[in-house]
């Protein structure tokens, strides 16, 4: 109330300050009200979490889609700077890449390491995906796939004698690969979008964006973006999830520039005495971390540098809780019809 009073007659700076005092004694549990009296230790629970959380190792798990030829593995080689998806075409060199008769989900495991962090990267891949004259329903082994993913979480999770650390190996980010048409969206690409978008977290990139002159990608984008909106696809960052203001800030920022015009490659060059990852064409050489040649790095920011624990956290807390809480409430609905029938 004393506040109250202050504000109705103070000046602009001192109502920034009387608000920063209010919102610096504010926990999540209300006022903050008990002082300490002497260095008690409780700033080393940081410290305490970090040689925890680094022992144990961290998990990630990236799903790409999109037709073949899109440069899905490429792109996955050049976020990690390793060889961690196997490019189609490497094994055999003049042969063209073997496209499955059905859509196929593989995934492949590495470890990798950066100044003592430990990454378990699990790489899905989805060959097959859209490269058939019949499409229809090539979403279907995808969605099977993370969902057996959810319920393998689930089934150990129930278990009497639960594992310690249960091994995650749910879908954290679908990356969904858009071919760089300039045209728009096609149908494949809403009906996969849409249908996926409730179970895992969904980031559309605009791929090969090399291919497009800034006007065609700007143009491109807005049409996507369009189309998105019109058929009530909610990709990753989710808006309705946010609860602070510097997140929204920062998703807002996010979704803006979203998709991500992007361009992979896992060749190096010399640039100015420096190896840089980049496509040299006869005209040039496009270099996929400049911001002026694509939104490369925008992707692998978000990716790994910003929003990696969010995914995780997105993964388990809305879509595998979704995943859980229709599962366990369709047994319950079971044994109650169940129970029911046997006492009639
Ligand atoms: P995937 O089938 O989607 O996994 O595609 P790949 O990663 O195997 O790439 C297919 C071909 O496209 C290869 O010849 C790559 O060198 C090339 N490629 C990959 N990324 C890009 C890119 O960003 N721009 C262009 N122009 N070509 C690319
Ligand atoms: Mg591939």
């Not at 995780?312 to 044994?335: A, M, P, S, W």
Request: with cysteine; hydrophobic share 35%.
């Amino acid at each position: 109330m004393e506040s109250l009073k202050r504000l109705c007659v103070v000046k602009f700076s001192d109502f920034v300050s009387i608000m920063s005092e209010a919102m610096a004694e504010t926990t999540n549990w209300g006022k903050l009200q008990t002082e300490v009296k002497g260095y008690v230790g409780i700033d080393t629970i940081q410290e305490q979490i970090r040689k925890k959380a680094l022992k144990r190792g961290f998990e990630f798990n990236i799903m790409v889609v999109g037709s073949s030829g899109l440069g899905k593995s490429t792109l996955v080689n050049t976020l990690f700077k390793a060889k961690v998806s196997r490019r189609s075409n490497s094994a055999e060199k003049d042969q063209p890449p073997i496209i499955p008769k059905t859509v196929e989900v593989q995934s492949i495991s590495h470890v990798i390491e950066e100044n003592g962090v430990r990454l378990k990267l699990t790489v899905t891949d989805t060959p097959g995906f859209g490269d058939h004259i019949n499409n229809e329903n090539c979403w279907l082994p995808i969605l099977k796939y993370i969902n057996e993913q959810y319920e393998k979480y689930l089934s150990e999770e129930i278990n009497v004698s639960r594992k310690k650390q249960i091994p995650d190996s749910r879908v954290h980010v679908c990356l969904y690969f858009i071919a760089p048409t300039g045209h728009g969206l096609k149908p494949l690409d809403i009906e996969f979008m849409k249908r996926l978008d409730k179970v895992v977290n969904v980031v559309p990139v605009i791929a090969k964006a090399d291919t497009l002159t800034i006007e065609e990608r700007e143009h491109f984008k807005s049409r996507i973006k369009y189309a998105l909106n019109e058929n009530g696809v909610s990709t990753y960052p989710m808006k309705e999830l946010e609860t602070d203001e510097e997140d929204e800030n920062i998703n807002t920022h996010i979704r803006d520039q979203m998709p991500f015009a992007v361009v992979g490659s896992d060749k190096s060059h010399q640039v100015d005495g420096k190896e840089v990852l980049g496509r040299l064409t006869n005209w040039g050489l496009i270099e996929v971390e400049n911001h002026n040649h694509c939104e490369f790095s925008n992707l692998r920011d978000m990716l790994i540098r910003t929003h990696l624990q969010d995914l995780k956290d997105v993964t388990h807390g809305i879509h595998y809780e979704n995943f859980r809480f229709e599962r366990l409430n369709k047994h319950q609905k079971i044994d109650k019809a169940e129970d029911q029938e046997s006492r009639c």
